[in-house]
């Protein structure tokens, strides 16, 4: 190995000399200030009018658990409708048939362009401009008596969690190479086909992550469900807050059921994103 000295004639060999380790001070004076606030946060929870008691004697009652159970149907079902209408719209949206391209784009401009608990709210109130439902002179049905809370609720998060998976789905088939589709109608697939069995298994590394975000702020958002009576967690601890007047307290009980399953939820998606992302890391190896 060649020496410093040699390389740098004329100048001292420092190798030799202790290196002085740099002071980052605007990291101390954020890091003290994120504890001051954090810890001014927890003194105020733990000084506020908040009894602790009930906090625990709430956790688990019948009426939160069945709460947290509807929760995660509807957000299992909303989501498994939002993947079946994103899926059909993005195929939509990569047509060559202007009609079908349009249809798409606009459904996804009308959902995403409108707040989620006024959708639920219009699901909920549909009675009010189609007073009955259903095939007229074979079937029909008054509205109020079939759409309950749980059919609104489900429309509202499906219809509208279809309009934002579509761009990701959309995302994701773009994603492949344009030649996967000639190779696929080179060897005398159809459309569809070369979709299930060549397309999407490629695109799903692409659309894996940010469905995994969508999934668990769809779990979030069937809170808003409340506003139409849906028996969710956070309508259950509401009903019995407007019993019992301790609100903080049902509402940190609501919130830690959310932070559990979002905890939950979180390294399932890591799960799924890793196992299709195999193939991606033999090719790279």
Not at 40 to 55: D, K, M, N, P
Not at 161 to 172: C, D
Request: charged share 10%; proline share 5%; no cysteine.
């Amino acid at each position: 190995m060649t020496s410093g000295r040699s390389l740098a004639e004329g100048f001292p060999d420092l190798t030799g000399l202790p290196t002085a380790r740099r002071t980052h001070w605007g990291r101390w004076i954020a890091a003290a200030l994120i504890l001051a606030v954090l810890a001014l946060i927890g003194r105020a929870f733990a000084q506020g009018q908040i009894e602790w008691a009930y906090v625990g004697r709430f956790l688990t009652v019948p009426v939160i658990l069945h709460g947290i159970v509807n929760t995660l149907v509807m957000a299992v079902l909303a989501m498994g409708l939002g993947i079946a209408l994103g899926l059909v719209v993005a195929v939509m949206r990569l047509s060559p048939n202007p009609v079908l391209k349009g249809v798409a784009a606009g459904y996804a401009w009308l959902f995403r362009g409108t707040p989620l608990i006024l959708q639920l709210l219009l699901w909920f109130n549909l009675a009010l401009v189609f007073p009955v439902i259903g095939i007229p002179g074979l079937w029909t049905v008054k509205s109020v008596e079939v759409m309950t809370p749980f059919l609104a609720a489900l429309l509202g998060l499906g219809l509208n969690q279809g309009a934002y998976t579509s761009e990701v789905m959309r995302a994701g088939l773009l994603s492949v190479d344009a030649g996967q589709y000639e190779a696929a109608q080179a060897i005398g697939m159809g459309r569809l086909k070369a979709l299930h069995r060549i397309i999407l298994p490629q695109a799903m590394r692409v659309v894996l992550p940010p469905l995994g975000n969508e999934f668990i702020g769809l779990v979030k958002a069937t809170s808003l469900a409340s506003v139409i009576q849906y028996p969710e967690v956070l309508h259950a601890a509401e009903n019995i807050y407007y019993a019992n007047s301790r609100v903080i307290e049902l509402l940190i009980v609501a919130g830690l059921w959310y932070l559990l399953v979002v905890s939950v939820l979180t390294p399932l998606q890591m799960l799924l994103e890793r196992r299709f992302s195999r193939g991606a890391a033999r090719i790279a190896r």
